[in-house]
């Protein structure tokens, strides 16, 4: 049933052929990805839209609105948003029991797309099976179920951001630069928009340090239709002058690509300088 709530977005939607080239400018963008599910639910747009506009005890909070919101991620962003001034929203995440990979979740995600309106939406879809560290293991990497889920995900991403492009609203897609360079299906559709841009840097520039306190390069990509983002980011190169820790196996007993995959306050703070800016 995963791809059931993507299937009624597209409905309500305006579709966009990633065969083809820019849209016309100011154009109103839905994104397809690639059914990999033989077999999807039929539901009518009326059940779609009763579904995601009704009310849920968890997040009655969600018709305020608010200058931040995060998807595929624990507060973070929005724990820090009150120190710059800012109104932090939701944080859709399986942790903060969400699960975007379900049916319930896409649809409460989509309904606080709607009713918070977030000035900013920060997102950073699951890239464990996408990133090359997975190519070492090959049962996983040629499991067609793992890739599916995979790029669900990353679709489901992607047309959350492409609906804050279209109310003229903010977002960041945060993915690992190995990753975002190939730019698949939903994010070459994504970077495809008018008003969207990639900006690559390097986390240790963000204070990214491993548990022995070397530093983590990782190189990051940012989609973003904000220039206050993009004209940030580009001055985050690596200027090091120690060595780098690299992002394979362990450190201290610590698996490294998980504690990754955590933000360091500083680049927090780094995307609320960017929001601050974009919302005032």
Request: with cysteine.
């Amino acid at each position: 049933i995963i791809l059931a709530l993507d299937c009624i977005m597209l409905a309500v939607l305006p579709t966009f052929d990633m065969t083809l080239s820019l849209p016309p400018h100011g154009a109103s963008i839905g994104l397809v990805e690639p059914n990999y599910y033989p077999h999807v639910v039929d539901l009518t747009v009326t059940d779609a839209v009763s579904i995601a506009s009704s009310p849920s005890a968890s997040d009655t909070e969600l018709n305020d609105e608010c200058d931040v919101a995060e998807i595929f991620s624990p507060p973070r962003v929005c724990a820090r948003a009150r120190y710059y001034g800012l109104a932090g929203g939701f944080s859709h995440d399986l942790k903060t029991g969400v699960d975007l990979n379900s049916f319930d979740g896409r649809a409460l995600t989509w309904a606080a797309l709607r009713s918070a309106s977030p000035r900013v939406l920060v997102a950073s879809p699951p890239c464990t099976w996408f990133s090359k560290l997975e190519f070492l293991d090959v049962h996983r990497y040629t499991d067609a179920e793992c890739e599916a889920t995979a790029m669900s995900l990353l679709g489901f991403a992607a047309r959350c951001c492409a609906e804050q492009v279209n109310h003229n609203r903010g977002f960041i897609f945060e993915h690992p630069w190995q990753t975002a360079r190939k730019r698949r299906g939903p994010l070459r559709a994504l970077a495809a928009l008018p008003t969207v841009a990639a900006v690559d840097f390097d986390q240790c520039r963000t204070g990214l340090v491993g548990p022995n306190g070397q530093p983590i390069k990782k190189c990051t990509r940012l989609l973003t239709n904000m220039p206050q983002v993009v004209t940030c980011f580009a001055q985050l190169q690596c200027n090091c002058t120690t060595e780098h820790l690299r992002l394979m196996g362990s450190c201290n007993g610590i698996q490294l690509s998980s504690y990754c995959q955590v933000y360091t306050p500083m680049l927090c703070d780094t995307i609320l300088e960017c929001v601050r800016a974009y919302v005032a």
